[in-house]
């Protein structure tokens, strides 16, 4: 991180401050080690917080990160840390892998071929390590 004409460095490096005052042992922030920090949400709280809080009978947890994944496939895939995220919200709500899987097919069609690809890679990134704790 040495082009102080990088905004994006710019941000890292004071994201990397931010982390070291709140914790000195944090030597670097990254966004996927900030991401490790809360890696998922317990299923009722995803509940509470997507699912039927707002209306009891519309969609559950589940159907709305499903919508989300779409969502996020249809934008291209760049949101990494939120797909990856997601991905992992969606098995602690009781997705399958298949559903996973045909919801971001299923954009390829919006998104294009690309975008469901890398989607596909980084929800398969996740899942293979799900996979991994769960032997």
């Known amino acids: 991180m040495t082009d102080s004409s990088n905004p994006f ?17 944090l030597e670097s922030f990254t966004p996927k080690g ?9 299923k009722d709280m995803m509940e ?13 947890a589940k159907t ?3 919508l989300t994944l779409g969502a996020l496939t249809v934008l291209g895939g760049q949101a990494e840390a939120q797909i990856r995220m997601t991905v992992r919200h969606l098995l602690e709500a009781g997705a399958t892998k298949q559903e996973i899987v ?4 299923q954009m390829s069609m919006f998104a294009g071929i690309p ?21």
């Open 9 to 25: 460095e710019q941000m890292i490096k004071q994201y990397q401050d931010m982390a070291k005052s709140m914790n000195p042992a």
């Open 34 to 42: 900030f991401e490790n920090l809360w890696p998922t949400m317990p």
């Open 48 to 60: 509470m917080f997507f699912g039927n809080t707002l209306n009891k009978d519309g969609l559950d």
């Open 64 to 66: 709305r990160l499903l």
């Open 102 to 105: 045909e919801t971001i097919g």
């Open 115 to 135: 975008a469901m690809t890398k989607v596909m890679e980084l929800a398969q990134e996740v899942l293979d390590a799900s996979e991994e704790e769960d032997t």
